[in-house]
Every structure is written in C-alpha cells, then in structure tokens.
C-alpha cells in the first residue's frame, strides 16, 4: 500500500462511536460544497451522505469524514456508488428492510 493514502495523527479521523444511534441523524441539508459536490444528509457527526461529480460520473458517495486544521476531510472509509449500484441498492431497499427486521 502506498504511503500517500495513509493520515498522520489517527486520533484525528472518523471512528464508529457514533454508530449506536445515540445521536439521531440531521434532516436534508442541501447545500453546495465546490469540493465534495451537494450533501444530502448527514447520517450522524462524522458520516455523510453526497452526490458528486467524479470523472465525468455521477456518484452517491457514503461516507466518514474527520477533521484536520479545524476543516472536515474525506476519510477513506466509505463507499461511492455509480447510478447503476445506487438504482440496484435503492430497488432492494424492502428486501434490506426485512432483513433488518428479522435480525432484530
């Protein structure tokens, strides 16, 4: 693995602190960000979801974010998904549900 992908002071990053639901997650906050395209929402402090352009494509990018210089950065953990996995994910989405409901 290539040094540049790796973040000096890791106390600084997105941790999955925030994962048991403690927090409710913000309502839709449309706005513009040049750098990360439109957020859609975010789903607890440092998790957001976001539209963007990235090499010509669409993307749905889920992902942590953590702070560096008092500024929010990308983290490496996430996922972007092209329009065809969004469509897919999003034609599942009952099928996701009742699988929650049954491992619940």
Known sequence: MSGKF???????????????????PKKSVKSNDDEDGIVVCEISKNRRVSVRSWQGKVMVDIREFYVKDGKQMPGRKGISLTMDQWKVLREHAEEIDQAITENS
């Open 6 to 24: 790796k973040r000096k002071g890791d106390d600084n990053h997105a941790s999955d602190a925030d994962s048991d639901g403690n927090a409710p």
